[in-house]
């Protein structure tokens, strides 16, 4: 392959297990594509069982570098530092939990360098907390018009499978403090500034789905602060951080609402007896409704891309 950028894999380390996190690692080490560097932040410093495995991982692998915050800073944190830390021409985001197919990092080079793209993707592969697959890919927009479009609804590339020229992140000055929806945040960012996405039409990670899943307040914080965000193409105006949080607490009365309709689904969904006033409020609701739209609306955008 002509085109062979140092390609600096990025990976936030927080509670998870030596074992789970060996394997995500190990996904990438074995990757076909060879010119490869590790920057790998552990943003628990009392994981002492991860400092041991990281710091003898490091003495048989020269490619990994890793580094321990000194306090708990989240993932957003984590990231920004680890970018600063890395020397690529190309960040690949990887979950400390998924694992990476073998030739995921040289088939998004290609793709990247085949259309002219600045951040591409990939479809998912899920599976369970067991590392079993559930049967179930999720796909999304894989060119940039598709994906301009669906980001108007939601966000359009996993996180977890991003791999981006350094010159994005230089140019947004990383991931913003914006509490939630941060990597939604960058995507429309980045289209407002004209970059080109795209997704590579396979399953190049294996995306492990959480059983606890997200709380309803996490979801209900999440949804408004994106329907927000989403905005932002809309008016071709990026807000500042200030304006974003301004917006979620006047929002806070919906938030609140939003976690009602969200907890009143997840009962639903888990089989358990819900009372008729429960499910007209549900079924009702302008939040299903609106939900209803989107879920078309993005279905038409796959279907046109």
Known sequence: MGYNPLVSVLISIYKESVAVVSKSIDSMREQSYNNLEFVVLLDYPEHEEMKRYLKKLQEEEHRLHYYVNEKNLGLLYSLNRGVGFSKG?????????????????????????????????????????????????????????????????TSAIPHPTWLAKREVYERLNGYRDIDCADDYDFLIRASLQGFRLGVVPEPLLRYRINSNGMTQQNIASQKVVAEYLAKQLKKKKVYSVEEIKRYRMKMKPKEEKLVRYY???????????????????????????????????????????
């Open 89 to 153: 021409e190309l960040i690949c985001r990887m979950d400390e939990d998924d694992y990476a197919e073998k030739d995921r990092v040289e088939k998004q080079v290609a793709y990247m360098n085949k259309y002219n793209l600045d951040l591409v993707g990939s479809y998912t592969n899920l599976m369970d907390m067991g590392g079993n697959l559930v049967g179930e890919i999720r796909r999304y927009p894989t060119k940039n018009e598709g994906i301009s479009r669906f980001l108007r609804y």
């Open 263 to 305: 907890a009143i689904g997840k009962k639903w969904k888990r089989g358990e007896k819900l009372t008729l006033a429960e499910k007209i409020y549900f079924l009702c609701s302008s939040y299903n409704l609106a939900e209803i739209r989107q879920r078309v609306m993005c279905k038409w955008i796959l279907y046109r891309d």
